[in-house]
């Protein structure tokens, strides 16, 4: 595909991003008495994008925003959790906030928010040249694959004709967009694709330069596979933190006349759902409440996935009637379950006194005395 008609078919599907954001903004504003008026299609893209803030979601973010003050010096954030675990909720959570935060002060020629998703091409390698490539877009530079290398040749500036840009030409271009952009904060969703045949410390060299470049900071997001990155690049620790985000604990032995709070909050999830159903029959979830925990391992991003399914096999059925064996498909089956409750396992193990908040200072009766003596009423 040559250049011109690779520039038409990205304006193509820059066009089609467009119309489908304006088309979630609208659905966004519908309520649901609203969406039942809708065509089956329209009503799951609905259900879909209701966001059920809960307890563990607003820890993270409110996490986040702490570690994204610029006067403090940490440069890399890792947002690492689960499989299933709603990330993606949690960054449209993320960049609704943070766009908000800069909205008042933002110049019109500055982007300080940039999302991309780091690149699953296919290559042998990660390209950081897509990657790059991918930044830039976002911060507001078209036309990228027009853009040509210069030389001044006799007191005139001449295009490099018949060369592609080398990656350190493009890291030169794409730190001129930083500062030009004023780009605070880049977040990379999917960053699981960073770590294609490369070696962990020379990915962190490279994001870490990256941040540098002006008054960035990086917020990687991905699952458990991205620990690591975190974790074995000591050089880093001073400068970056890992934010663990967590699903519900499941308690060994359930006592239905008191509830955990990770319970609590899980069911409280649930109710949010059940009152957002697509369909006019709504099943009572919250009466089986428990039984979709463990089916969800606590995760409620995994439970919005196997409901997503539920509702869609409840709209084919005559008169959209609930019926218990679309339950049976919606949820996932044990082999699967257990495959990810053991990924989920490990990964909680390897972040055991790695994360933001998890500073060990002595027992409670230390933490009571040093509480004590920051105040002023301790002895010493």
């Given at each position: 595909m040559n250049t011109e008609k690779q520039?038409?078919?990205?304006?193509d599907g820059a066009d089609k991003n467009a119309t489908v954001a304006l088309d979630d903004a609208m659905l966004a504003t519908v309520t649901r008495n609203q969406a039942l008026q809708l065509c089956p299609e329209q009503r799951m893209?609905?259900?879909?994008?209701?966001?059920?803030?809960?307890?563990?979601?607003?820890?993270?973010?409110?996490?986040?925003?702490?570690l994204l003050d610029p006067n403090n010096d940490t440069k890399i954030i890792a947002i690492i959790g689960p499989t299933g675990i709603g990330k993606t909720t949690l960054a449209t959570n993320i960049l609704t906030k943070?766009?908000?935060?800069?909205?008042?002060?933002?110049?019109?020629?500055?982007?300080?928010?940039?999302?991309?998703?780091?690149?699953a091409n296919g290559d042998k390698s990660m390209s950081w040249k897509t990657l790059y490539r991918r930044i830039q877009a976002a911060a507001g530079e078209k036309h990228i694959d027009?853009?040509?290398?210069?030389?001044?040749?006799?007191?005139?500036?001449h295009a490099v004709r018949g060369e592609r840009a080398s990656l350190a030409h493009m890291r030169e271009t794409l730190e001129a967009v930083i500062r030009k952009r004023n780009v605070r904060v880049i977040v990379i969703d999917e960053a699981l694709h960073l770590l294609r045949f490369d070696q962990?410390?020379?990915?962190?060299?490279?994001?870490?330069?990256?941040?540098?470049?002006?008054?960035?900071?990086?917020?990687l997001i991905g699952t458990y596979q991205i620990s690591p990155l975190m974790?074995?690049?000591?050089?880093?620790?001073?400068?970056?933190?890992?934010?663990?985000?967590?699903?519900?604990?499941?308690?060994?032995?359930?006592?239905?006349?008191?509830?955990?709070?990770?319970?609590?909050?899980?069911?409280?999830a649930i109710v949010r759902l059940q009152a957002q159903w697509p369909c006019t029959e709504v099943p009572q979830l919250e009466a089986v409440w428990e039984a979709l925990m463990n089916a969800s391992l606590g995760s409620v991003g995994l439970l919005k996935s196997q409901l997503l399914q539920l509702a869609s096999l409840?709209?084919?059925?005559?008169?959209?009637?609930?019926?218990v064996k679309d339950?049976?498909?919606?949820?996932?089956?044990?082999?699967?379950?257990?495959?990810?409750?053991?990924?989920?396992?490990?990964?909680?193990?390897?972040?055991?006194?790695?994360?933001?908040?998890?500073?060990?200072?002595?027992?409670?009766?230390?933490?009571?005395?040093?509480?004590?003596?920051?105040?002023?009423?301790?002895?010493?």
């Open positions: 520039s038409d078919a990205d304006a893209r609905w259900f879909y994008l209701r966001q059920v803030n809960h307890s563990e979601l607003s820890r993270v973010a409110r996490d986040l925003d702490e943070l766009v908000g935060r800069f909205t008042a002060q933002r110049q019109p020629h500055e982007v300080p928010v940039v999302y991309v998703s780091a690149p027009l853009q040509r290398q210069t030389q001044v040749s006799e007191g005139e500036m962990n410390a020379a990915i962190m060299d490279t994001l870490k330069s990256l941040a540098d470049i002006h008054h960035t900071k990086l917020v974790i074995e690049y000591g050089q880093l620790a001073r400068r970056s933190a890992i934010l663990h985000y967590r699903r519900y604990a499941i308690p060994q032995k359930s006592n239905p006349q008191k509830l955990t709070d990770t319970q609590t909050s899980f069911k409280e409840q709209m084919r059925q005559k008169g959209e009637k609930f019926d339950l049976q498909r919606a949820i996932k089956p044990p082999k699967q379950l257990r495959m990810i409750e053991a990924e989920t396992l490990a990964g909680e193990q390897d972040l055991i006194g790695a994360c933001y908040g998890d500073a060990d200072l002595g027992s409670e009766e230390v933490m009571k005395e040093l509480f004590a003596k920051l105040k002023g009423t301790g002895r010493g």
